[in-house]
């Protein structure tokens, strides 16, 4: 009788835990929270993975920066730069506060890497923006958001697009985690 309890203890529990390596699977879902997706931009000289909302928005085009680097686009409301490169905050914000044709009005989120503001043509609508520098590994890149056309992003849509900004991981270092 005890042969016959072991063998269904031994199927169920293979049953549970699964087969092949579950440090890949739960590793992966850890890093992409539910409604977005990794976008992989290793085909764009940038070897990361970054999470980017899911199809339900409008469809994810990725294309090569003319200057280098990529953007990535999800519908109207997601629309961001990466290239890899340092940096320099102290320029971004020279830029922001000094602009001919925008008056800054404040900045939303400020930090060492990382700024959003809000600025506005005299008699228009206010915009927000974004740029940050993140790290992953041993490299760093510029994450900033792009109109496309005459787009004009709220300040929900450029916090969701710095929220994927800080997920970007190279993507050896996925690779090797899962090893």
Same mark, same amino acid.
């Given at each position: 009788m005890k042969k016959l309890f072991f063998i269904p203890a031994v199927f169920v529990t293979l049953a549970v835990t699964g087969?092949?390596?579950?440090?890949t699977n739960n590793s992966t879902a850890d890093t992409i929270p539910q409604g977005m997706v990794a976008a992989d931009l290793s085909k764009y000289e940038i070897p990361v993975l970054i999470n980017v909302p899911d199809s339900t928005i409008g469809p994810l085009v990725i294309t090569a920066d003319p200057q280098g680097g990529a953007n990535v686009n999800v519908g109207k409301n997601f629309c961001i730069n990466i290239v890899e490169g340092e940096g320099n905050m102290e320029i971004r914000k020279n830029d !922001?506060?000094?602009?001919?044709?925008?008056?800054?009005?404040?900045? @939303?989120?400020?930090d060492?890497?990382?700024? !959003? #503001?809000? #600025?506005?043509?005299?008699?228009?609508?206010?915009?927000?923006?974004?740029?940050?520098? !993140?790290?992953?590994?041993?490299?760093?890149?510029? @994450?900033s958001d792009v109109a496309v056309g005459e787009?004009?992003?709220?300040?929900?849509? @450029? !916090?969701?697009?710095?929220?994927?900004?800080?997920?970007?991981?190279l993507k050896e270092a996925v690779k090797k985690e899962g090893v």
């Open positions: 087969c092949g390596n579950s440090d !922001v506060k000094n602009d001919a044709i925008r008056k800054f009005i404040k900045y @939303v989120i400020e060492r890497n990382t700024i !959003v #503001w809000e #600025w506005q043509i005299e008699g228009q609508t206010s915009e927000f923006h974004f740029y940050s520098i !993140v790290k992953a590994g041993d490299k760093s890149f510029e @994450v787009e004009i992003f709220s300040e929900k849509s @450029v !916090v969701q697009m710095l929220d994927a900004a800080r997920s970007i991981r």
